[in-house]
């Protein structure tokens, strides 16, 4: 992590230039927890601001053994061979990583991240979802200021990561395996409902067959869910990322996606939604947090709880309760 | 609405007597938005609670048009024949109907209002959702001090409804139509994966032979979601209410479903949970009341999210500006 830091102007230019290390050393601004760098990086923002929102926002989520660093890798790498710029984002609320530690994610993208057209971040450290999420979704921002064409969002799939990355992204996308027999294989609730297209990966060799009876499963399944609004058909489609199979197929459907949706008010308008939703939930974040921190509501919290479980107070009237402790508390 | 009001010890005696008038007055309290009312109706409920907990809780969802009404009117018909009482609650937070028309659900289930071991109650009128919620969870709970086995409540699933009836029962019950061809029939994102059985109503005649084909692919879609910690798997099963067939195999399986869940620990913890998430919720929503109704908030959140809309201000600048406004007023 830098010790020095720049103006803001300096930082601005950096990225309007496309200068890698203006970039990461800004996005490590918008990670840290230092008030004068969360000032100096709310300034960077706010000026680049105007200047975002050029990208294909693209999120991927899928379960430990799926293969999405391999995906992305591979995926990334036709991109930037197709003459995109491309950027690689994580939320990962449970990375424990040590400051610093790139390798992590960049060993994992061995290909894409060498790539002089590929900007590969690994996921900022520690804090609750809601702090990784804003920092993801900030450095988002600067990466698009910074020309990028597409960004590529994974989530690891921990606590409700995926919706924080559902909330930031123009597409969102899951990654599957061949052995649909095997229930969900993991997958928690509500993540079938939010995709806007489903992959099954490792679909080669042995696999094939398999992956095309999974993918027909899938189709069906996805008929049970609710039209979106634009009318968009989350298509379940095959590849196998470690043999580069399929994955024409895949950016030529994310193109139709966005075309049709462009062509309508859906594209926007979920950009608009998201925008609204960043600001109610980065609110009630911060207005929980400042309730169930103040130390006489927790010490409150634990008993009334406790008499919760024993039928001795209903859970309105402990709501209740602590309210009032916060607010005596307060005033 | 009665304007006069008993001791709280006069409608808890009531209630324990299973005193019906004095049930449907003391709900009247906590439905009333009047102070004076909550006290009395916080005071009622405090002294029951340990009487609470007895009966088998039942949330019943559905489109409208697939049934519902008719179905509690049988199957509640049905449990009364069996002994049971029975009582019938609603959220419906889309209610605009003016206060104590009764009428509009009790002639729903005509049957049903009319048998002595059944307590039918309109929804609770007006309000916001979290409003009506705790008005039907609070009933709930005087419905079980007054010795109902059985409350079913059923919702008309506007809004988050069915969330909020899914958070305070112990089985969640989705009824659908044999055209299982239609898509989703409307059913909302986050139903499928809420229910613990699913009921195709209306199979009779030539209905019937299309209801099991339904059947079929609800239960394959079923498949397709996770399983619920309990290993409990949602079955589908097909019924018609209107000529009552099918009614006893529903209760049948809805006692197994019980006898599983008590058996482990899994019963208890799902009320457990619900129990600290009405806590939580609680605390939310008057959060979130307290911050948006200040004058000061939402005079400058107009303004934020047109700047929002365009690419002046972050969501979560926004969001930061919001709640030093809060605070600058509030201090």
Redesign the interface.
């Known amino acids: 992590m830098p010790r020095t830091r720049h103006t803001a102007e300096t930082y601005i230019a950096g990225i309007r230039e496309g200068d890698r290390v203006m970039l990461s050393q800004a996005i490590t601004l918008v990670e840290s927890a230092r008030p004068a760098d969360r000032e100096l990086s709310?300034e960077i923002?706010?000026t680049l601001?105007?200047e975002?929102?050029n990208s294909y926002r693209v999120g991927i989520t899928g379960v430990p053994g799926v293969g999405k660093s391999t995906f992305i890798d591979a995926f990334g790498t036709l991109l930037c061979d197709a003459g995109k710029q491309v950027a690689v984002l994580a939320i990962d609320p449970s990375s424990n990583r040590t400051k610093g530690s790139i390798l992590g994610d960049k060993t994992r993208m061995e290909r894409l991240s060498m790539n002089p057209a590929a900007y590969v971040r690994p996921s900022p450290t520690g804090g609750s979802l809601g702090g990784v999420a804003?920092k993801t979704?900030?450095s988002l921002?600067l990466c698009e200021a910074a020309g990028y064409d597409i960004i590529l969002v994974e989530t690891v799939g921990v606590g409700q990561s995926e919706t924080a990355v559902h909330d930031m992204v123009d597409m969102f996308l899951l990654l599957m395996l061949a052995n649909a027999g095997d229930?969900?294989q993991?997958?928690?609730?509500?993540i079938?409902?939010m995709v806007d297209m489903v992959l099954i990966n490792k679909a080669d060799g042995n696999f094939a067959q398999k992956a095309r009876a999974a993918k027909a499963?899938?189709a069906?399944?996805l008929?049970?869910?609710?039209?979106q609004p634009s009318g968009w058909r989350p298509p379940v489609m095959t590849c196998s990322a470690l043999h580069n199979l399929g994955l024409e197929d895949i950016w030529e459907k994310m193109e139709a996606y966005r075309d049709q949706m462009q062509e309508g008010p859906y594209w926007q308008q979920r950009r608009?939604n998201q925008?609204?939703?960043?600001?109610?939930d980065?609110?009630?974040h911060?207005?929980?947090d400042m309730?169930f921190s103040h130390p006489e509501v927790s010490k409150t919290q634990a008993q009334?709880?406790t008499e919760?479980?024993e039928?001795?107070?209903?859970?309105?009237?402990?709501?209740?309760k602590?309210?009032e402790v916060w607010q005596s508390a307060k005033g």
Do not use: C, D
């Open positions: 709310n923002i706010r601001l105007p975002t929102g804003r979704r900030e921002l229930e969900l993991g997958i928690k609730k509500g079938m409902e499963v899938y069906q399944a008929r049970l869910f609710p039209l608009s925008a609204l939703t960043w600001m109610h980065t609110i009630r911060q207005l929980e309730f009334l709880e919760i479980g039928l001795k107070i209903s859970p309105i009237q402990a709501a209740e602590l309210l």
